[in-house]
């Protein structure tokens, strides 16, 4: 099976029916950019920077960081590289930055742990646009955003690192687009008021499905109840899409969801044209999307939505992929 998925990789990901899709790597570790699937993507989708900040004992340095993003925005060269500011806390710990707290995932995560360091986002935003250099590789995202005003403070600090940059260079450099995560409820209802601050989304199904449905994405006990095919968050992502089409808002996934094959085309008859995932899934993900046909899964989607519970999507999804094989 892989070896047949493999010989279409460097087959255009288009469907039967002549739509494009992007497909995008998700990258935590240098190790996973190098692979040779990556020059078969259409760039970085989701840089992690955390998980390098997780294997130091230290917050790395400005050089360090800078050291750093440039091997990421080389592994991937003339291509989007999205690089995510820190997204700490919740399930993800700095050995040397320890959060004691009753509900880290409702807690000091993300963009709200950055907001209350600007020194340490400053350093990253200075080190990422360093390393781009006016190439304008560079996209960054802004993670576990809840409040429109965390946007605002944010871009704040953007405007200023990229202006100490261009006096440090003595040039004019581009801006570099800006990004902000869908993955708290709350941002799915403001989508118009997020269009008109930045350039794009991402959408985190992972953790939107987490805090749409109150399940804890890692504990055990509740596992069974974490369903991203679940019918209200199938209808919270065909929203996003509507909307992002409305405010002519970019959008891509960067979730789990979007590298399985049935969230891939579900996400698909939504209208998104855009998804990350890890490099081990663009080669699956490649071969099936060049076998459906978006006017076969809109009405697919459509009884989807009206289904009630993930499993009864699930069985439908499946029953097309066994019918049209
Ligand atoms: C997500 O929440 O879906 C996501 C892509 O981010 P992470 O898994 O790093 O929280
Ligand atoms: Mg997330």
């Known amino acids: 099976q892989e070896r047949r998925y493999r010989k279409e990789m460097s087959e255009p990901t288009v469907t039967l029916d002549g739509r494009r899709i992007k497909l995008y790597v998700n990258a935590g570790l240098l190790g996973g950019i190098k692979s040779e699937v ?40 003339n291509r989007p590289v999205v690089m995510r500011t820190l997204d700490i806390g919740g399930d993800k710990a700095l050995p040397y930055f320890p959060i004691s707290e009753v509900n880290p995932f ?48 944010a871009l704040q600090y953007i405007e200023r690192a990229h202006t100490e940059i261009e006096s440090e260079l003595g040039k004019v450099i581009p801006k570099p687009k800006v990004g902000v995560m869908i993955e708290v409820p709350s941002l799915v209802y403001q989508l118009d008021q997020v269009a008109q601050r930045v350039d794009f989304v991402s959408v985190g199904s992972n953790d939107l499905t987490q805090y749409l449905l109150a399940v804890d994405r890692n504990n055990p006990n509740v ?77 697919l989607l459509r009884s989807c939505l009206l289904l009630d519970s993930g499993e009864e999507v699930r069985d439908l999804v499946h029953n097309y992929f066994s019918q049209k094989s």
């Open 38 to 77: 990556v020059n078969e993507a259409d760039g970085i989708g989701l840089y992690r920077t955390e998980i390098a900040f997780m294997l130091q004992s230290h917050f790395p340095s400005e050089i360090e960081q800078i050291k750093l993003y440039s091997e990421v925005l080389q592994s991937m060269p």
């Open 106 to 153: 409702l807690g000091w995560r993300g963009i709200r742990l950055s907001l209350d360091h600007p020194d340490l986002l400053l350093i990253q935003l200075r080190a990422m646009m360093q390393a781009d250099h006016g190439k304008q590789q560079l996209q960054i995202l802004l993670p576990m955003v809840s409040h429109l005003s965390e946007i605002d403070i």
């Open 223 to 299: 596992s069974e109840l974490y369903d991203s095919y679940h019918p209200g968050v199938l209808r919270a992502l065909q929203r996003i899409m509507l909307d992002c089409r409305q405010h002519e808002l970019e959008v891509s996934v960067c979730g789990e969801l979007a590298s399985e094959p049935m969230g891939a085309v579900l996400l698909l008859a939504m209208g998104c044209n855009k998804l990350s995932m890890n490099h081990g899934n663009i080669p699956k993900i490649n071969y099936v999307l060049r076998r459906v046909s978006l006017s076969e899964l809109k009405p």
